[in-house]
Nanobody
Framework: QVQLVESGGDWVQPGGSLKLSCAAS????????MAWYRQAPGKQRELVAG???????KVASSVKGRFTISRDNAKNTVYLQMNNLKPEDTAVYYC???????????????WGQGTQVTVSS
């Protein structure tokens, strides 16, 4: 059974930075695609960024140039570096492990419990 544990969520002022981490249990992490989603109050969950097993990256236009996704297969961990945070980035951020090659437009696979990111002054 795959478990995903997110960490790194916090309150930060606009313009600040945070780095989220997601540690995955189970085997074959390197063969999985990983992604970060977020859900703001009253809104649908949306893809923030994804990274496939071959390093192919997908980034939402709303965060392009500010957020960076990366993975460390030796540590079974995926990261989301978030810079120049804005109030509209406030949301619960979820880690997602999915079969490689799954279309980024689809939600699939296993989910973490989420970590809260709040951006406000």
């Amino acid at each position: 059974q795959v478990q995903l544990v997110e960490s790194g969520g916090d309150w930060v002022q606009p313009g600040g930075s945070l780095k989220l981490s997601c540690a995955a249990s189970g085997s074959l992490f390197s063969l999985s695609a990983m992604a970060w989603y977020r859900q703001a109050p009253g809104k649908q969950r949306e893809l923030v960024a994804g990274i496939d097993r071959d390093g192919t990256i997908k980034v939402a236009s709303s965060v392009k140039g500010r957020f960076t996704i990366s993975r460390d297969n030796a540590k079974n961990t995926v990261y989301l570096q978030m810079n120049n945070l804005k109030p509209e980035d406030t949301a619960v951020y979820y880690c997602n492990r999915r079969p490689w090659g799954t279309a980024w437009s689809r939600e699939s696979g296993s989910w973490g419990q989420g970590t809260q990111v709040t951006v406000s002054s």
